[in-house]
């Protein structure tokens, strides 16, 4: 017995002395190797399915990308291969690349620069719903556990100067065998890249390294700040000035809702039994310019439509709101979320945070009623025609349990964690349609509010969701994808109307020829117009053709 643990003590430090010489002779080849083999199945599994045709055919050319991406790993940690260096980049690489695996595996999401800027503008509270057990757990397993490996192992660097004439040496070999093996099976590579090229960004570490590059390249350009004006000509209709009474609408922009979720568009649970029951215009078929908040949020608000929108050129220019505002309407926003992204920068805004009310926020975040919290008041307070915005936390998961109170828990079994591999589809679901069915409660408070106030100010409602969610459809959760490739459930959203007697009175609108149009396909294109049209602001850089009421606004006459 004896004898045998001292075998097997004797095998273990053997073994251990040989991992740690082999880490430490070959640090780079153990990383990529690592990296290759458990930090890219997410890369591996859609690589299965796109790489179809004969076994020796599609043996030889998944042996080929192996040796294609993991040439392209190593080239890249080649050029950090010096002393004081490599250690810590290794270890930033190893650590990184568990937790982009972590969501790629769990959560079906590719990191690129929008996933980025989405991470680098989340809130604590938003980044505390992503923090699992399971997360951490794999992290140290996959992250902490190999760093630790390369952290005591003894790293061999010659001088220098050496050492940057071995690392060119290695590269540029490592480059000539990069360049041979894509040429053996080029037309392989061409159609792949040409028809799948949005699966790069499940190569890991390569998609992070490039999108954190980029994200710097952007944010960190020394450009000319000021915010290209627009809609300078902008100003109100002297024909609707003649109106004694005030208007005001009530935008509110709507957080991770999907359409198809929305009882008002055919859904089987009734998620919606509030809003069934106003006098409102539902458009079932309304599509997001984005699958995020980062692009869907300036993009709603631009004058730029979702063929046109660049994130980086579009931050330079001004929103909606500015528009507005110089044209002489009263313009504010109240957020529940994570912030407007650039969009209110020039306008009033207010944060829920600074309200803590215990009936509408809970020990980590606010409710979305909290936005409702005097409001009554500001509009009452409001001398001139006003645009309120409230921005909603709406559906954000992965922790939809949060999104409401205990009382909206209608649909049940309801997951109650955010690590939702942990929970079946059903109650991720159910958790979802709960925060929907809460959305539908503050919308149609919202409403009650204003038909408050329909007696003595013209009042209307606009409701859209900034993008929807996938919610485990085809191994798929959450948001994000990029456009070309995400599923209709995360472009497809909700977008409501209501307007008072009056606002329709005097705004010229003709509910019978509105009703008639709801089935058109719209998207966040028309929002911007919409608005405008709404408002009666006239400019240049309005577009009748996009405005969703324009055909049935009747002539000015009618006044």
């Given at each position: ?10 095998l273990y430090?053997k ?5 740690f010489?082999f880490a430490?002779k070959?640090?780079i080849?153990?990383v990529t ?5 458990t930090?890219n199945?997410?890369f591996w ?20 990308f192996?040796?294609f ?8 940690l ?8 490599l250690?810590?980049?290794l270890?930033?690489?190893?650590i ?7 969501f790629m ?13 989405n ?6 509270s938003?980044?505390?719903d ?21 952290v005591k192992?003894?790293i061999y ?17 490592f480059?000539?065998?990069?360049i041979?093996?894509?040429?053996m099976?080029s037309s ?10 949005h699966?790069r ?16 390249s ?5 450009e000319d ?10 100003h109100v209709?002297k ?38 029951n ?9 599509y ?6 980062h692009?869907s949020l ?5 004058m730029?439509?979702?063929e046109?929108f ?14 507005l505002?110089?044209a002489?309407?009263d ?14 920068k020039n ?5 829920t ?11 980590s975040?606010?409710?979305d009623?909290a ?14 025609n ?15 349990y949060l ?17 939702l591999?942990n929970?079946?589809?059903n109650?991720?679901?159910?958790a ?5 069915l809460y ?15 329909a ?6 409602m ?8 996938s919610?485990g459809?085809?191994?798929?959760y ?16 909700p ?5 008072s ?5 005097h ?18 294109d ?11 602001v ?5 577009k009748p ?15």
């Open positions: 017995m004896i004898k045998s643990m001292q075998i097997d003590k004797q430090q073994v251990s002395t040989t991992i010489s430490g070959y640090p080849l153990t190797i690592y990296l290759m083999l930090g199945l997410a599994s859609a690589f299965q399915k796109i790489n179809t045709g004969s076994f020796l055919n599609t043996l030889l050319f998944t042996v080929s192996f040796i991406i993991a040439l392209f790993i190593a080239v890249l080649y050029l950090v291969r010096f002393k004081y260096v250690k810590p980049i270890v930033f690489i190893l990184a690349s568990s937790f982009a695996s972590y595996t769990n959560y079906g999401v590719m990191i690129d620069t929008t996933m980025i800027y991470l680098m503008e989340t809130d604590s938003e980044a505390g992503l923090i699992s057990t399971g997360l951490i757990l794999h992290v140290f397993l996959f992250g902490v556990l190999p760093s630790i490996l390369i192992s003894r660097y010659l001088s220098p100067a050496k050492q940057a004439f071995r690392n060119t040496v290695a590269i540029g070999l480059i000539a065998i990069f041979g093996n894509f040429l099976f392989h590579y061409a159609s792949f890249f040409r028809n799948h090229h699966v960004y499940l190569i890991n570490p390569v998609n992070y390294v490039y999108s954190i590059g980029k994200y710097l952007q944010t960190l350009m020394v700040t000021t915010a290209v004006q627009i809609g300078m000509d902008a209709n024909d609707i000035k003649m109106i004694k009474k005030r208007s005001v609408i009530v935008l509110v922009v709507g957080e991770t809702a999907r359409a198809m979720n929305f009882s008002l568009n055919g859904y089987n649970k009734n998620t919606n039994p509030l809003l069934a106003e006098d409102i215009l539902n458009y079932p078929n309304f997001s310019c984005g699958t995020s908040t692009v300036p993009c709603m608000f631009s730029f439509g979702r046109d660049d994130e980086a050129r579009a931050k330079y220019f001004e929103k909606l709101p500015d528009v505002q110089r002489g309407i313009v504010s926003w109240r957020d529940n979320n994570s912030g407007c992204k650039g969009v209110c306008i009033p805004t207010e944060n945070n600074l309200i803590n009310l215990d009936y509408v926020c809970s020990d975040e606010c409710y009623e936005m409702l919290v005097g409001l009554k008041d500001i509009i009452k307070a409001k001398t001139k006003a645009v309120i915005i409230l921005h909603q936390k709406g559906s954000h998961g992965p922790a939809y999104r409401h109170p205990s009382t909206f828990q209608k649909f049940i079994p309801e997951c109650e964690t955010s690590e591999s929970c079946s589809t109650e991720i679901t159910n979802y349609d709960n925060t929907i959305t539908d409660h503050f919308l149609a408070k919202v409403i009650s509010l204003l038909k408050d106030e007696g003595e100010i013209d009042t209307a606009l409701y859209v969701s900034d993008h929807g969610e919610l459809e085809n191994h798929v959450l948001h994000s994808l990029p456009y070309l490739i995400a599923p209709e459930d995360q472009k497809h959203v977008f409501i109307t209501w307007f007697d009056s606002f329709s009175e705004n010229l609108l003709d509910q019978t020829c509105l009703k008639k149009n709801v089935n058109n396909a719209y998207s966040h028309n929002l911007f117009h919409s608005i405008l049209g709404l408002t009666h006239s400019t240049s850089i309005y053709e996009l405005d969703i009421y324009r055909h049935c606004r009747k002539p000015i006459s009618y006044l």
